[in-house]
C-alpha cells in the first residue's frame, strides 16, 4: 500500500578544477536514480562540460544505472550536473517482516555443500570498505541477544551508532576504513553505514549499502535531518523472503524498503566503492579541488 506520495526534484552538481589542466579522461558516474518499491523516476536529465567525445549508458551488477563518458579535449574544469524528478512515497510495514531471529537468518544465508546459496548472501561477504572483525562483533552484542528478532536487533544497532558516534565532517574522508572510524567515535553518514554494515556481517547477515539524497527542507513541523546538503547513504537490511528494511544510523530512522518518503535512493552495493558519484581515470591535473553541492525540494 502507499501513502504520503511526494514529488521532488533533485539537483546535483559536481564540478572539477584542475591545475594543470586535464589531457584526456574517462568517467563512470552514478548519477541517475533508478526505480525502486518506494519511488518512481519521472525525469532525468544531465549536462557535461565540456561535451565528451564518447558517452553510453548502462546497468551495473546491481542493476543501479550508470553512464560513461570520455573527454579529449584539453580542460581546466569539469562540470556534471543532473536534475530529477521523481515520486517517493513510504510502504507499510508487516508485523512478519523480520521476525525471525537472526541466528536463523545467518544460517539461511551460509553456505552449505549441495545446496544453492540465497542470492541475497553476496551482500554477507566482506567488501574493500567492510571489513568483519571482532571489535564489530563487540560493538553490536547488546543488540543482537539470543533469538532476538532481525528488524528489533537492527534497529537497536541504528539507535546504538545514532547515540554513541558522533557526526563530524572534519573527523574523516572518503577513505577513512570503518575500523578506524568506530576507534574514533565520530565520521559522517557514509562511515555510519559502513560501521553498521561490518556489524551485521561480521555476524554472517546480508545488508546493503545505499548511496541517495533526503529533503534539504524538512515538513513543516519537523526537524531538518543530518546529511540533507550533501549526498547521502544508509543501510538496508535482508529480512528474508525477499523483503528490505532499510536503517539510517545517521538519524536513527528506518521503514520498509525506505527510512521515510523524504529519502531519495540513488543506488545500491557492497559498500561507497560500488556506487561513488564520479570517478575516473585522467591524463594531468596533479592538482585538483572539488564542489559539490545538492537540493532536493518538494514540487508538490
Known amino acids: 500500500m502507499q501513502r504520503q506520495v511526494r514529488r521532488l526534484r533533485v539537483h546535483h552538481e559536481t564540478r572539477y578544477i584542475y591545475t594543470p589542466a586535464v589531457t584526456t579522461s574517462w568517467h563512470r558516474a552514478h548519477l541517475a536514480l533508478s526505480e525502486s518499491p518506494c519511488q518512481r523516476v519521472l525525469s532525468h536529465l544531465k549536462t557535461i562540460n565540456p561535451q565528451p567525445v564518447f558517452e553510453e549508458e548502462d546497468t551495473d551488477t ?6 560513461r563518458f570520455h573527454q579529449e579535449r584539453a580542460h581546466g574544469e569539469l562540470l ?9 512515497w513510504c510502504l507499510s510495514s508487516d508485523a512478519s517482516i523480520g521476525a525471525l531471529d537472526w541466528e536463523t537468518m545467518t544460517a539461511m544465508l551460509s553456505y552449505t555443500r549441495g545446496s544453492a546459496a540465497l542470492p541475497e548472501s553476496l551482500f554477507a561477504y566482506p567488501s574493500p570498505y567492510v571489513p568483519r572483525g571482532p571489535e564489530f562483533i563487540d560493538f553490536s552484542a547488546a543488540a543482537f541477544t539470543a533469538g532476538r528478532p532481525l528488524r528489533d536487533a537492527c534497529a537497536d544497532l541504528s539507535a ?3 547515540r554513541e558516534l558522533q557526526y563530524n565532517p572534519q573527523s574523516t574522508t572518503i577513505h577513512t576504513p570503518a575500523r578506524e572510524a568506530l576507534a574514533q567515535g565520530s565520521g559522517v553518514c557514509q562511515d555510519f553505514a559502513h560501521i553498521m554494515l561490518a556489524c551485521l556481517r561480521s555476524r554472517g547477515l546480508a545488508a546493503r549499502y545505499v548511496s541517495g539524497y533526503l529533503l534539504t527542507q524538512p515538513v513543516e513541523g519537523q526537524p531538518a535531518l543530518v546529511g540533507a546538503d550533501a549526498s547521502h547513504a544508509w543501510v538496508s537490511v535482508f529480512m528474508g523472503e525477499g523483503h528490505w528494511i532499510d536503517f ?5 530512522r528506518w521503514g520498509h524498503e525506505s527510512p521515510g518518503a523524504d529519502y531519495v535512493r540513488l543506488a545500491i552495493g557492497r559498500d561507497y566503492a560500488d556506487v561513488s558519484p564520479l570517478r575516473g581515470v585522467i591524463h594531468g591535473g ?4 572539488l564542489e559539490v553541492g545538492v537540493t532536493v525540494t518538494r514540487l508538490d
Open 62 to 67: 546491481f542493476g543501479n544505472r550508470s553512464w
Open 80 to 88: 556534471v550536473r543532473t536534475v530529477s524528478e521523481l515520486e517517493t
Open 160 to 162: 546504538t551508532i545514532y
Open 248 to 252: 539510517d544510523p545517521t538519524n536513527n
Open 286 to 289: 596533479a592538482h585538483h579541488r
